[in-house]
């Protein structure tokens, strides 16, 4: 009888409801779990007579589940430190692979296994792009995702190094500013490479010498421009009759104009200095007939806008030739490096005690940008940073998984290489999935066939690595369906009961 019929079409589809809000509630802990909703409809209808105006009277046969819905909104992201775990913020799933067949997963619980593949908890490889030195291939098929722990990474021998730094315009001539930077070589030794730095002079004209009584004599000397400095190696200038007189240099640099001064102040019987030429000729000149003496340093001229710079390692590190270690630096009045205009290259030391190749590197004067990296103002000479490319070799140490999916590997050396980088896949029609257990699916006719890219692309989430995705069941809402499931299942069971009165009764008027 229908009365019956009816009524049980009603207690199974409302068991499928209890089951349905008792799964979510037993996996509210389960790792990304998505809860799902049960929905009804109602049961083909029966006609049992017409209205006067020729209606149809049609009698309903009870409901049916239409569908067990899934909702895959983001679930609340939690931090664990754990290396190996991962949350997928926004569209998508990782991809599995359990004996072959390729699964997807919301969860990212991972581990590794004793060959430092990265699996789920359930043992299943999870899958990403490979990488060949460093270097990840998208293009490339899908591969499990290898951490190497143990392995050691090979030395890296120094190809370029840069110096950061200022050398003060107000250096002492003569004065030696060293900067060193660490260099490797081919078998990952470290070398201190030191970059000396003095400031250019040019020898003027004039000599040493010594003149008697006679005609008078006059030294002459010239410097390229009235306001260069010049100083001297002896720092300092002897003239004189029978007792000669010494006339202290002062140890920063003078022009010609101001040593004509000093040796003028200095008032030497029979001696003058004069400066002429447009400041750019000192003579000293003697007194006839006076028995005087000179002794007169070879002065330098200093320009305060060149250096000369020369790049060594210590000479126990190599044995054989050098290539392109000296050189010169020229600055602009404004204290920005001019020359040269590009970087130093083909910098070479033969013959490396260690066993190594020959060292063979580059100096960058310039960033990326074509800014010198190299200034000369009024400031303290000193080094802000330097830097180089080359590293010893090391051993690994730990992982980490970036926002793009991309598996780092540190070593100790303290350097990072990339191994791998985890795919994302996505749907069409994300309740066409098939649900697997384990929080796993796998793609069906109704989901369309998963795409497959990385993260933060084409509308894919992107990922938190340290950090797991929690179930999205709300307890709260889970209490108020199973009321109401609850309230159904009981109605349905009154009309049961209910009908079975009726058909008693029934039964009782015959007899």
């Known amino acids: 009888m229908a009365s019956f019929s009816i009524p049980l079409t009603g207690l199974e589809a409302d068991s499928t409801a209890l089951n349905t809000i008792a799964n979510n509630l037993s996996n509210m802990n389960t790792t990304a779990f998505k809860s799902q909703t049960t929905s009804f409809e109602d049961l083909f209808y029966q006609q049992v007579g017409s209205s006067g105006s020729g209606d149809p009277v049609l009698s309903g046969q009870g409901v049916k589940v239409s569908a067990n819905s899934t909702d895959y909104t983001q679930g609340s992201v939690n931090s664990t430190g754990v290396a190996s775990d991962v949350a997928l913020t926004g569209n998508g799933f990782f991809v599995i692979n359990n004996g072959g067949t390729q699964e997807y997963t919301r969860a990212g619980n991972f581990q590794t296994n004793q060959n430092g593949n990265l699996i789920t908890s359930d043992g299943m490889s999870v899958m990403g792009y490979p990488a060949t030195n460093g270097v990840v291939n998208t293009n490339a098929p899908l591969a499990a995702i290898q951490i190497p722990v143990g392995a050691t990474e090979n030395p890296n021998p120094t190809s370029q190094f840069t110096l950061n730094m200022n050398l003060n315009s107000s250096t002492i001539p003569g004065t030696t500013v060293p900067a060193q930077v660490t260099v490797y070589d081919s078998l990952g030794n470290s070398h201190v490479a030191t970059v000396n730095f003095t400031q250019s002079t040019?020898?003027?004209?004039?000599?040493?010498?010594?003149?008697?009584?006679?005609?008078?004599?006059?030294?002459?000397?010239?410097?390229?421009?009235?306001s260069d400095p010049i100083t001297s190696a002896t720092n300092s200038i002897t003239l004189g009759t029978t007792t000669p007189t010494n006339v202290a240099i002062p140890n920063t640099g003078q022009t010609l104009t101001q040593l004509a001064a000093t040796i003028n102040a200095a008032s030497i019987p029979g001696v003058?200095?004069?400066?002429?030429?447009?400041?750019?000729?000192?003579?000293?000149?003697?007194?006839?007939?006076?028995?005087?003496?000179?002794?007169?340093?070879?002065?330098?001229?200093?320009?305060?806008?060149?250096?000369?710079?020369?790049?060594?390692?210590?000479?126990?590190?190599?044995?054989?030739?050098?290539?392109?270690?000296?050189?010169?630096?020229?600055?602009?009045?404004?204290?920005?490096?001019?020359?040269?205009?590009?970087?130093?290259?083909?910098?070479?030391?033969?013959?490396?005690?260690?066993?190594?190749?020959?060292?063979?590197?580059?100096?960058?004067?310039?960033?990326?940008?074509?800014?010198?990296?190299?200034?000369?103002?009024?400031?303290?000479?000193?080094?802000a940073s330097t830097s180089q490319d080359g590293y010893a070799s090391g051993t690994y140490q730990s992982f980490n998984i970036g926002a793009d999916g991309t598996v780092s590997v540190k070593f100790s050396n303290s350097q990072t290489q990339a191994v791998g980088q985890l795919a994302i896949a996505t749907v069409n029609n994300e309740q066409g999935l098939q649900q697997m257990g384990g929080t796993n699916y796998i793609s069906t006719l109704a989901s369309g066939q998963a795409t497959v890219g990385v993260a933060g692309s084409s509308g894919r989430g992107t990922i938190q690595g340290g950090a797991l995705e929690q179930s999205n069941v709300n307890i709260s809402s889970e209490f108020s369906d199973l009321i109401v499931a609850q309230s159904a299942y009981q109605a349905n069971a009154k009309s049961i009961t209910t009908f079975d009165t009726i058909e008693q009764s029934t039964i009782n008027m015959i007899q």
């Open 202 to 226: 040019t020898a003027l004209t004039g000599a040493n010498a010594a003149y008697a009584a006679g005609p008078p004599s006059t030294y002459t000397y010239t410097a390229a421009s009235a």
């Open 272 to 383: 003058t200095a004069a400066v002429g030429g447009g400041g750019t000729t000192l003579t000293i000149t003697g007194a006839a007939g006076n028995p005087l003496s000179a002794t007169v340093p070879a002065l330098t001229q200093v320009n305060p806008n060149v250096w000369n710079y020369s790049i060594g390692l210590p000479s126990s590190d190599y044995t054989g030739a050098t290539t392109n270690t000296t050189g010169t630096l020229t600055f602009n009045s404004s204290g920005q490096l001019i020359s040269p205009a590009s970087n130093v290259s083909a910098i070479s030391f033969a013959g490396m005690t260690d066993g190594a190749k020959n060292m063979d590197f580059s100096w960058n004067l310039y960033n990326a940008a074509g800014n010198p990296l190299v200034t000369q103002v009024a400031a303290g000479s000193s080094v």
